[in-house]
């Protein structure tokens, strides 16, 4: 009986997330983060001068927002909503829609591919690191000539 007054309540704690699918751990990458301008890499002086990436739970995935101001130009925003199973979510922003995008989980990283026609276009992987306070994300795109350029953007969760 004392093993059942133990058991009842954890279950009825675990029921509505069974009823519904959900997890009964929270997704890390879930948060707000700053991009870290000083530990970042990017090609030929391309690295923002800051931006905001923010990613919360969606019904159907993850929504991703991001904010960025380039080194030159103009500052855009970019948002999608995408589940972990590789299927293609159709990415918009301030300058309209932009390539679509898949998301995968691959250990504990995440992998997004971007899409031109039936070609990769860039391929970003996300980890995390220092007790999941800091984001990396190593993208690999292509030029005009069709050399990979990468790019390692350091990100700290906001508090």
């Not at 997890?23 to 890499?41: E, I, K, N, Q, Y």
């Not at 690295?47 to 855009?76: D, L, N």
């Amino acid at each position: 009986m004392k093993t059942l007054r133990t058991i009842i309540p954890f279950c009825i704690a675990l029921f509505p997330a069974y009823l519904w699918g959900a997890s009964t751990t929270a997704d890390p990458f879930l948060g707000r983060w700053v991009l870290d301008v000083r530990t970042s890499h990017y090609a030929a002086k391309t690295c923002p001068k800051s931006m905001t990436i923010e990613m919360t739970q969606a019904q159907r995935g993850v929504h991703y927002q991001s904010h960025t101001e380039p080194a030159v130009g103009e500052a855009f925003d970019v948002e999608y909503t995408a589940d972990y199973d590789g299927k293609p979510a159709i990415v918009t922003g301030s300058k309209g829609i932009l390539l679509p995008v898949s998301l995968q989980r691959k250990g504990d990283a995440v992998i997004a591919t971007y899409r031109n026609a039936f070609q990769i276009a860039a391929t970003s992987q996300r980890v995390l690191s220092d007790h999941d306070h800091t984001m990396t994300i190593t993208t690999v795109s292509y030029d005009s000539a069709g050399n990979a350029v990468t790019n390692v953007g350091v990100y700290r969760k906001a508090k």
